[in-house]
Protein backbone atom coordinates (compact mmCIF):
# COMPACT_ATOMS: atom_id res chain seq x y z
CA UNK A 1 0.00 0.00 0.00
CA UNK A 2 1.81 3.22 -1.06
CA UNK A 3 1.60 5.98 1.58
CA UNK A 4 2.81 9.41 1.35
CA UNK A 5 2.43 11.40 4.81
CA UNK A 6 4.28 14.64 5.57
CA UNK A 7 5.55 16.65 8.73
CA UNK A 8 6.76 19.39 9.61
CA UNK A 9 4.01 22.13 9.11
CA UNK A 10 2.66 23.95 12.36
CA UNK A 11 2.54 28.15 12.76
CA UNK A 12 5.18 30.54 12.00
CA UNK A 13 5.76 33.98 11.71
CA UNK A 14 6.01 36.06 8.53
CA UNK A 15 9.61 36.22 7.71
CA UNK A 16 10.62 33.20 9.35
CA UNK A 17 11.70 29.45 7.70
CA UNK A 18 10.18 26.13 7.47
CA UNK A 19 11.10 22.81 6.50
CA UNK A 20 8.50 19.77 5.46
CA UNK A 21 9.37 16.64 4.91
CA UNK A 22 7.43 13.51 3.08
CA UNK A 23 8.33 10.21 3.84
CA UNK A 24 7.10 7.94 0.99
CA UNK A 25 6.76 4.19 1.48
CA UNK A 26 4.72 1.17 -0.16
CA UNK A 27 7.21 0.75 -3.58
CA UNK A 28 10.51 2.02 -4.59
CA UNK A 29 10.11 6.28 -5.68
CA UNK A 30 13.35 6.65 -7.51
CA UNK A 31 12.06 6.55 -10.90
CA UNK A 32 9.11 8.34 -9.86
CA UNK A 33 8.62 12.89 -9.67
CA UNK A 34 7.51 14.03 -6.53
CA UNK A 35 6.51 17.26 -5.67
CA UNK A 36 4.87 20.12 -2.97
CA UNK A 37 1.27 21.45 -3.59
CA UNK A 38 -0.48 23.89 -1.19
CA UNK A 39 -4.10 24.46 -1.43
CA UNK A 40 -5.31 27.60 0.59
CA UNK A 41 -9.04 28.26 1.79
CA UNK A 42 -10.96 28.71 -1.39
CA UNK A 43 -8.35 28.32 -3.62
CA UNK A 44 -7.19 25.59 -6.04
CA UNK A 45 -4.42 23.91 -5.60
CA UNK A 46 -1.05 25.57 -6.36
CA UNK A 47 1.87 23.45 -7.48
CA UNK A 48 5.66 24.97 -5.01
CA UNK A 49 8.19 22.59 -6.46
CA UNK A 50 9.78 19.38 -7.13
CA UNK A 51 12.03 17.05 -7.57
CA UNK A 52 12.78 14.81 -10.87
CA UNK A 53 13.33 10.89 -11.16
CA UNK A 54 16.14 9.47 -11.78
CA UNK A 55 18.74 12.45 -11.96
CA UNK A 56 16.83 14.44 -9.09
CA UNK A 57 16.79 18.06 -11.01
CA UNK A 58 14.91 20.57 -8.85
CA UNK A 59 12.00 22.80 -10.13
CA UNK A 60 10.29 25.24 -8.78
CA UNK A 61 7.22 27.79 -9.27
CA UNK A 62 8.09 31.13 -9.39
CA UNK A 63 6.64 32.38 -6.23
CA UNK A 64 9.17 30.71 -4.18
CA UNK A 65 12.20 30.98 -6.26
CA UNK A 66 15.26 32.08 -4.63
CA UNK A 67 13.83 31.14 -1.25
CA UNK A 68 13.11 27.59 -1.20
CA UNK A 69 15.20 24.71 -1.28
CA UNK A 70 13.73 21.31 -2.31
CA UNK A 71 15.71 17.96 -1.80
CA UNK A 72 15.46 14.20 -1.77
CA UNK A 73 17.02 11.72 -0.32
CA UNK A 74 16.68 8.31 -2.61
CA UNK A 75 17.50 6.11 0.47
CA UNK A 76 14.50 6.99 2.14
CA UNK A 77 12.11 8.22 -0.57
CA UNK A 78 11.73 11.03 1.05
CA UNK A 79 11.67 14.60 0.11
CA UNK A 80 12.42 17.95 1.96
CA UNK A 81 10.82 21.72 1.40
CA UNK A 82 12.57 24.40 3.01
CA UNK A 83 10.88 27.50 2.95
CA UNK A 84 12.52 30.92 3.64
CA UNK A 85 10.75 34.51 4.03
CA UNK A 86 7.65 33.31 4.47
CA UNK A 87 4.49 35.43 3.86
CA UNK A 88 0.95 35.07 5.64
CA UNK A 89 -0.46 34.20 2.13
CA UNK A 90 1.45 31.34 1.71
CA UNK A 91 -0.84 30.11 4.52
CA UNK A 92 -1.97 26.59 3.29
CA UNK A 93 -2.51 23.25 3.54
CA UNK A 94 0.80 21.35 1.87
CA UNK A 95 0.79 17.93 0.25
CA UNK A 96 3.41 15.93 -1.19
CA UNK A 97 2.52 13.74 -4.33
CA UNK A 98 4.40 11.44 -6.48
CA UNK A 99 4.08 10.49 -9.92
CA UNK A 100 5.11 7.21 -12.20
CA UNK A 101 6.67 9.86 -14.89
CA UNK A 102 10.36 11.32 -14.28
CA UNK A 103 9.32 14.64 -15.06
CA UNK A 104 7.63 17.07 -12.61
CA UNK A 105 4.23 18.05 -13.65
CA UNK A 106 2.57 21.35 -12.24
CA UNK A 107 -0.63 20.16 -12.00
CA UNK A 108 -1.39 17.80 -9.07
CA UNK A 109 -4.43 16.01 -11.08
CA UNK A 110 -1.18 14.77 -12.74
CA UNK A 111 0.33 12.67 -9.61
CA UNK A 112 -0.17 9.17 -8.96
CA UNK A 113 -0.03 9.27 -4.83
CA UNK A 114 -0.63 11.93 -2.83
CA UNK A 115 -0.39 12.96 0.96
CA UNK A 116 -3.46 14.17 3.41
CA UNK A 117 -1.26 17.65 3.34
CA UNK A 118 0.03 19.06 6.31
CA UNK A 119 -1.11 22.61 7.72
CA UNK A 120 0.81 25.47 7.74
CA UNK A 121 -0.40 29.35 8.98
CA UNK A 122 1.78 31.94 8.61
CA UNK A 123 0.81 34.74 10.96
CA UNK A 124 1.68 38.41 10.19
Known amino acids: QVQLVESGGGLVQAGDSLRLSCAAS????????MAWFRQAPGKDSEFVAGVTGGDFRAVYADSVTGRSTISRDSAKDTIVLEMNSLKPEETAVYHC?????????????????WGRGIQVTVSS
Open 97 to 113: AARSDAYVANRLAEYDY
Open 26 to 33: GRTFTAYA
